[in-house]
Structure formats: C-alpha cells, structure tokens
C-alpha cells in the first residue's frame, strides 16, 4: 500500500471538497429559524454603516476571517496566495491550514509565507492541537508563527476526523496541560493562542477548560457546513472505514449551540463563529449572539479555485448582504448590532 504523506491528504482535502457533497444532511448551524425585527424606518444614512473591528488588536474591514483550510503542497500554496491576495484588499482575516508538514517538509514551507503580498491582514498560524502529544514542541509553534509571518496561532481540535482517519492521531490524553503551557510559553511573547474546533462544535464544559488555560479566543466552528467524517469517508477505499465514517455524518453541536457555550463557558475569551456560514445575514446573526467574529471556509475555497477577482466578488456580496442586514436592523456599528436581540420563528 502506498504510503498516505501529510501533503497528499491536502490535496486529497481539496479535491474531495470540491468534487463531493461533505455538507451536513439534517443538521443546520442553527441560525434558520432566527430573524431580525426589521426595522421600517432606520435613522441612518446606509452610506454611513460601519463594519470595522478590532481583532486580537488587528483592525479588519468587517467581522469576517477566511477560515483556516489548506497549504503544504504547490496547489494549496496557489490557493493560499490567492486568498491572502483578496484578504490583503478587502482588509479581512486570513487562516493558514494545518502546517504540520512545514516541519516535516521545509520545501512546503513557501505555500504558507504570504506576507510580500498580504503585509497588513490579521494572519493566523495553524497546528493540530493533538500533536503537542506527538513531539510538536512549543518551540516548534513559535518557529510556525515567525516563518510565516502570522499574528497568532490557531490550535485546532479534530478528535473525530483523527478517529476515522487510517493515519489518525488519536491519542489527546493529557493534552489539556500541554496547551496550557503552550499558552503560557507563548503569551510572554505577545502571541495570542486560538482554539478551534474544524467542524463539530465545543461544549460549554470544553469551553470554559480552554479559558481557564489562558486561549485567546475560541472559534467555535459547529455543525452545519462541511462534514469532515464525510470528507474521510470519501478519503478511504476500505468499505468497513467508509461505513464507520458514515455514521458521523450528522454528529455534532450546531454553530448556533456552540456560540452559546462559548459565551456561557468563556465569557472574557473571543468568541469567533464559523461553521456552515455561507453570507452576510448569517454573520450578523452571529454578532448579534455574542461572536466578536465570523469565518468561512468552503465559499472561497470554491472561489479560489477559479480567480482572485471571484474571491473578491465573494466578500464584496458578504460585505453588501452584512450592511443591508445592519441598515434594516437599525444599527450602524458593529458594536451596536451586539446589543440587539433575535426574534425566533415558532
């Protein structure tokens, strides 16, 4: 059997993305049935609405990250460069895929250094938090975070896809105090630390572990966009994988259920929001639920795929559809959006 290396399970990622249906089947990200009191006569001038932030000290032009996805191989590394070029113009936040095989492969390393072309954009290193268990040092992160440039470091947290992966790393055993000490290690150099589900939600318990660690803030990726057992699924040709995989199509906290334990378990922490997210409403929606910020992924992967100029038109639509929801809804500020409240659809 050929052996399976870290950098064709990317490809193997990207191409199955793009190629298959992996979205969930009967689970949402919850945010269907919540609704805005529209507002028939805003006090506003819809030219003035303003969608800047302040992310981990970074300003960004809307509440909006391009989600972590891929890097490591010459295809990724077109993709990543195409998206740090958009991120770079639109002024929004960009997260590099895992760069586990940085340090396997140093010649990978170039798919994930985009500062000459995005020098301004909030940039987020990315590891697998399992493999502080499996020799990554803190050393190693810190090493991440100076060759590609980034602003902090995500920890991403897969313990489902690392079940069902023939290749997985499954042993998450004590793994709490090795973030800890990541965090701490890190946050005497001014590198903030993020935690990041890849799609399955955390729980209010989880949540509040991380905080009580020192993470920086919590991307709650949730249910409801792409399902990764689903992406393995179509990974294996062994039949029995498959139909363990199988199974996990629908598991996990939707997004709508993971910003609230996020809000609940780690009220000082950041809270961003992504799963299934696919516009602008939805982003607003998140705001208004407690996130500081949102991510997606799978839109401008596809985007990427064909040209720069789709990408931008991509966060051009998110951006209009973000600032007709903030106009209808009466607010002209992010800030303010925070302090309304959604109506629920009975």
Sequence with gaps: ??????????????????????????????????????????????????????????????????????????????????????????????????????????????????????????LFANIGAVQLNYGVTVDDCRKLVDLSGADAIVLHFNPLQEALQDEGQTNFAGLLDKVANLCETLGRDG????????????????????????????????????????????????????????????????????IHNARQGAPKAVCIASGGLRNGLEIAKCICLGATATGMAHPFLQAATDSTERVLSTIGEIEQQLRVSMFCAGVGTVSDLQQISLLCRK
Excluded at 66 to 86: D, F, H, Q, V
């Design 1 to 122: 059997m050929e052996e399976v290396t870290t950098a064709s399970r990317k490809d193997d990622h990207i191409r199955i993305n793009i190629e298959e249906d992996v979205q969930f089947k009967s689970i949402s990200n919850g945010l269907d049935n919540l609704y805005f009191n529209h507002n028939a006569l805003p006090d506003l001038d819809f030219d003035d609405i303003d969608t800047n932030i302040t992310l981990l000290g970074k300003k960004l032009s809307m509440p909006l990250l391009i989600s972590c996805m891929t890097g490591g191989t010459p295809k990724a590394g077109k993709i990543n460069r195409i998206l740090a070029e958009a991120a770079q113009h639109t002024g929004i936040g960009l997260g590099l895929g895992s760069m586990r095989v940085a340090l396997e492969d140093s010649t990978s390393l170039a798919s994930f250094q985009l500062r000459d072309m995005a020098p301004d954009i909030l």
């Design 191 to 258: 590198i903030h630390v993020v935690a990041k589900e890849v799609g399955w939600g955390f729980s209010e318990e989880t949540c509040k572990n991380l905080a009580d660690i020192g993470i920086s803030a919590i991307d709650v990726a949730g249910s409801g966009g792409t399902s990764w057992s689903q992406v393995e699924m179509y990974r294996s040709s062994d039949n029995s994988a498959k139909r363990v995989s199988s199974v996990f199509s629908d598991w996990g906290i939707s997004t709508l259920d993971a």
